[in-house]
T-cell receptor, first 117, second 113 residues
Framework: AQKITQTQPGMFVQEKEAVTLDCTYDTSDPSYGLFWYKQPSSGEMIFLIY??????QNATEGRYSLNFQKARKSANLVISASQLGDSAMYFC??????????????FGKGTKLSVIP | SQTIHQWPATLVQPVGSPLSLECTVE??????LYWYRQAAGRGLQLLFY??????ISSEVPQNLSASRPQDRQFILSSKKLLLSDSGFYLC????????????FGQGTRLTVV
């Protein structure tokens, strides 16, 4: 079974509008972390935002916020005031314990966001 | 500040040839190091990770191997490349994934012909 599910292969948003990228996860580790990365066409992976499973408040970083609904096991990324430079692939990832003090980062298949001028 | 270098950026290799991709991290000690592969239009698949010199864990059986000869150096290798080895390879490091994110290199686009 997939541990990270991103159900939107592609999304379009009008410039200056807000957009929500969906992510659901599955884990039995009580102490997990959730990450969002942006991958522009150049290929580099850029860290955007992090949410820990015990964090009480939703994470925010500038125009990025994470809508964390623990009971639903969802961690949606919200981008406010979209810009043309936001066009990229977006990956949701989860960190969970593997045992012996090591951790694994598992990625979803990504959502391609296209910002329309 | 910490930086991660990965090279080459692009590589075209014939089937059956060897492979060596190198990744180095600067500005930190004893990082956790990772090799990921991204097939076209897909997410990232963890190939190997290392928590210290000479300590390599493999995630999936494959035609590739990894080595960590120095604290901040991580090498991805193959003795004989297959067509299915084509993809985008990313090296990453983290202090600890427990509370910090992984930082990625620029990636290597490998095409096996």
């Amino acid at each position: 079974a997939q541990k990270i599910t991103q159900t939107q292969p592609g999304m379009f948003v009008q410039e200056k509008e807000a957009v929500t990228l969906d992510c659901t996860y599955d884990t039995s580790d009580p102490s997990y972390g959730l990450f969002w990365y942006k991958q522009p066409s150049s290929g580099e992976m850029i860290f955007l935002i992090y949410q820990g499973s015990y964090d009480q408040q939703n994470a925010t970083e500038g125009r990025y916020s994470l809508n964390f609904q623990k009971a639903r096991k969802s961690a949606n990324l919200v981008i406010s005031a979209s810009q043309l430079g936001d066009s990229a692939m977006y990956f949701c990832a989860m960190r969970e314990a593997r045992g012996a003090g090591s951790y694994q980062l598992t990625f979803g298949k990504g959502t391609k966001l296209s910002v329309i001028p | 500040s910490q930086t991660i270098h990965q090279w080459p950026a692009t590589l075209v290799q014939p089937v059956g040839s060897p492979l060596s991709l190198e990744c180095t991290v600067e500005g930190t000690s004893n990082p956790n190091l990772y090799w990921y592969r991204q097939a076209a239009g897909r997410g990232l698949q963890l190939l190997f990770y290392s928590v210290g010199i000479g300590q390599i864990s493999s995630e999936v059986p494959q035609n590739l191997s990894a080595s960590r000869p120095q604290d901040r150096q991580f090498i991805l290798s193959s003795k004989k490349l297959l067509l299915s080895d084509s993809g985008f390879y990313l090296c990453a490091w983290s202090v600890s994934l427990r509370r910090t994110e992984a930082f990625f290199g620029q990636g290597t686009r490998l095409t096996v012909v």
